[in-house]
């Protein structure tokens, strides 16, 4: 990916660094640690290409965790998880395996169905003529004490990492504050609170070190991408390499397939990118980076077609003298 983005980017960014002064109080000189992972552990791709043939399906979590010691829930933007659910998944996984947990995607200003939602909820709230579910302030807290008592048994076990807040396009600063987020920043936040713009209008121009600086105030991390290099709007900026929680650094890797992430009707279209051996090194040495400004670093690999994102994450593992050497592909082994 071109660097050239950095450079045009330094006038603006020394503008925001005013409002991050919080991410310089972390302890100076020694460098962060570096967890990596994928964006779930169940994609189709996964357990046709990367898990053993015949594998169950209530087995996977822990073969995976023989891996990476780090995971990003998505099961939790559609539906709330059960609490039974999530002590299963912390027996099943080991001590200090870490799980990052998506928003439900009512709180992430997406459109919801009532069922979405759990059941308790359902009665009260209000809805349009199509079922979908109307954001008032009563429905925000109520859904917001489901969420957080859902983690309960991640913290409990010490394997919870960060709330992650995957924003719509369509909430743009055009049409929209930052301020409107204030609700579930203040619940969330104390937790560990990770946000995900998908508008790239809040990355750009004189909107930019309004946004680092509302994150900085509120010591909330800003979800840093690996993206295509497009100005799509609804593509962000990989150039940008802004920490605003000394305490984690999030990065999310999309891959750079420009016309898939457009145009795909699925997930495994838009996000169908294998990362070459000089791109992983690239990452690797981006990652070190955000390691000497926060205290933890959290890297996940969203490019969920096939096998690409557990085989990248391992790379990367490797690229970093986390493990020695890449373990086979299954596809290798069994096919």
């Given at each position: 990916?071109?660097?050239?983005g950095?450079?045009?980017?330094?006038?603006?960014l020394?503008?925001?660094?005013?409002?991050?002064?919080v991410?310089?109080?972390r302890?100076?000189?020694?460098?962060g640690?570096?967890?990596?992972?994928?964006?779930?552990?169940?994609?189709?791709?996964?357990?046709?290409?990367w898990?053993?043939?015949?594998?169950?399906?209530?087995?996977?979590?822990?073969?995976?965790?023989?891996?990476?010691?780090?995971?990003?829930?998505?099961?939790?933007?559609?539906?709330?998880?059960?609490?039974?659910?999530?002590?299963?998944?912390?027996?099943?996984?080991?001590?200090?395996?870490?799980?990052?947990v998506?928003v439900?995607?009512?709180?992430s200003?997406h459109?919801?169905?009532?069922?979405?939602?759990?059941?308790?909820?359902?009665?009260?709230?209000?809805?349009?003529?199509k079922?979908?579910?109307?954001?008032?302030?009563?429905?925000?807290?109520?859904?917001?004490?489901?969420?957080?008592?859902?983690?309960?048994?991640?913290?409990?076990?010490?394997?919870?990492?960060?709330?992650?807040?995957?924003?719509?396009p369509?909430?743009?600063?055009?049409?929209?504050?930052?301020?409107?987020?204030?609700?579930?920043?203040?619940?969330?936040?104390?937790?560990?609170?990770?946000?995900e713009?998908?508008?790239?209008?809040?990355?750009?121009?004189?909107?930019?070190?309004?946004?680092?600086?509302?994150?900085?105030?509120?010591?909330?991390?800003?979800?840093?991408?690996?993206?295509p290099?497009?100005?799509?709007?609804?593509?962000?900026?990989?150039?940008?390499?802004?920490?605003?929680?000394?305490?984690?650094?999030?990065l999310?890797?999309?891959?750079?397939?420009?016309?898939g992430?457009?145009?795909?009707?699925?997930?495994?279209e838009?996000?169908?990118?294998?990362?070459?051996?000089?791109?992983?090194?690239?990452?690797?040495?981006?990652?070190?980076?955000?390691?000497?400004?926060?205290?933890?670093v959290?890297?996940?690999?969203?490019n969920?077609?096939?096998?690409?994102?557990?085989?990248?994450?391992?790379?990367?593992?490797?690229?970093?003298?986390?493990?020695?050497?890449?373990?086979?592909?299954?596809?290798?082994?069994?096919?």
């Amino acid at each position: 990916m071109a660097t050239g983005g950095f450079i045009a980017l330094d006038c603006v960014l020394a503008q925001a660094h005013v409002f991050c002064s919080v991410a310089q109080r972390r302890s100076i000189g020694k460098a962060g640690k570096i967890l990596v992972g994928t964006a779930s552990w169940s994609d189709p791709g996964f357990v046709e290409r990367w898990y053993p043939p015949k594998m169950a399906a209530t087995d996977r979590l822990a073969w995976y965790a023989q891996h990476f010691d780090l995971v990003e829930l998505n099961s939790s933007f559609y539906a709330v998880p059960e609490r039974r659910m999530m002590e299963r998944w912390c027996r099943s996984t080991p001590d200090g395996f870490i799980f990052d947990v998506k928003v439900h995607k009512l709180l992430s200003r997406h459109s919801a169905s009532v069922k979405m939602l759990p059941p308790n909820l359902q009665r009260s709230v209000e809805a349009d003529t199509k079922g979908k579910v109307k954001l008032t302030a009563q429905t925000e807290r109520a859904l917001l004490d489901e969420v957080v008592r859902s983690v309960e048994p991640l913290c409990d076990g010490g394997k919870f990492g960060a709330f992650l807040l995957q924003l719509s396009p369509a909430f743009s600063p055009r049409r929209h504050e930052l301020a409107e987020l204030e609700e579930v920043v203040g619940r969330l936040g104390s937790l560990g609170l990770v946000v995900e713009l998908r508008n790239r209008n809040w990355m750009t121009g004189e909107q930019l070190p309004e946004t680092l600086g509302f994150f900085c105030r509120h010591g909330i991390a800003l979800c840093l991408v690996d993206a295509p290099n497009e100005e799509h709007f609804t593509i962000m900026p990989s150039a940008i390499n802004e920490v605003t929680d000394p305490q984690l650094a999030y990065l999310r890797l999309h891959g750079r397939n420009a016309q898939g992430y457009l145009h795909g009707k699925t997930v495994a279209e838009r996000f169908y990118y294998h990362y070459n051996a000089g791109e992983i090194e690239e990452i690797a040495a981006r990652s070190k980076t955000l390691a000497r400004k926060a205290d933890s670093v959290h890297v996940i690999f969203n490019n969920n077609a096939l096998d690409f994102a557990p085989h990248a994450a391992a790379r990367l593992r490797v690229a970093l003298g986390q493990i020695a050497k890449l373990p086979p592909r299954q596809a290798e082994l069994f096919r």
